[in-house]
């Protein structure tokens, strides 16, 4: 498909674990973001890659977090030593950043981590 | 510090009706104010934008207004219907400009339910 694809649709983990979510974004898009939601949260900003230049890592909760972009496209975020309040759903975002900006975020399906 | 604030959190409406969601930002430096529809097991996805430098932005039955002075702007859903049923949310962010990370903060988001 054309649009931005997120893996596992769901994950289950004991505390304590690491969990890996992957993130393909749409084809030529630059940018990459990474949000959380949690249930009446709204949406949580993570982390931003645009291009090569070094990520906005500013919305990241803990050192346990992490994540990185390889080659300009896939991305992976990385959770050590998952905790019960990282259970959330982890939504992946692209577009393209122009001039002038876009506005339009292409989200995915989000993957839904639930710790046990 | 929570920079977008949305209400209600929740809103049921007849269908015919009159939908309205508003939010609040603090920061002056925002200069875009999207909305975004989410549906139930869905990604959020773009439903329409203002810039500060109009007052009000129409598309079909969606239509933003902005207070700049209040710093303040909403949403109406005209002629309400059972598939406008989703959670929206508000968001803002100072990119629109082609400088900042263009990171999206988002309000805690509105779950709307149409009734029949």
């Known amino acids: 498909g054309a649009g931005v694809s997120q893996s596992p649709s769901n994950k289950v983990t004991e505390k304590g674990k690491d969990v890996e979510l992957r993130c393909d974004p749409i084809s030529g898009h630059t940018a990459l973001y990474w949000y959380r939601q949690s249930l009446g949260q709204g949406l949580e900003f993570l982390i931003y890659?645009?291009?090569?230049?070094?990520?906005?890592k500013s919305g990241l909760p803990s050192d346990r977090f992490s994540a990185e972009r390889t080659g300009g496209s896939v991305s992976t975020l990385t959770i050590q030593r998952t905790q019960q309040e990282d259970s959330a759903v982890y939504l992946c975002?692209?577009?393209?950043?122009?001039?002038f900006g876009t506005g339009e975020l292409f989200f995915g399906e989000g993957s839904r981590l639930t710790v046990l | 510090q929570q920079q977008v604030k949305q209400s209600p959190q929740s809103l049921i409406v007849q269908k015919g009706g009159i939908s309205i969601i508003n939010c609040a930002y603090e920061?002056?430096?925002?200069?875009?104010f999207p909305w975004y529809q989410q549906f139930p097991g869905k990604g959020p996805a773009l439903l329409i934008a203002?810039?500060?430098?109009?007052s009000e932005k129409k598309e079909g039955r969606f239509t933003i207004s902005f207070n700049k002075s209040a710093k303040q702007f909403s949403l109406h859903i005209m002629d309400s219907q059972p598939g406008d049923s989703a959670t929206y949310f508000c968001?803002?962010?100072?990119?629109?400009?082609?400088?900042?990370?263009?990171?999206?903060?988002f309000g805690k988001g509105t779950k709307l339910s149409v009734i029949p």
């Open positions: 203002i810039r500060p430098d109009v």
């Open positions: 975002a692209s577009n393209i950043r122009l001039a």
């Open positions: 890659f645009q291009g090569n230049s070094a990520p906005d």
């Open positions: 920061n002056t430096a925002f200069d875009y």
């Open positions: 968001a803002a962010t100072k990119g629109y400009s082609g400088a900042g990370s263009y990171q999206l903060t």
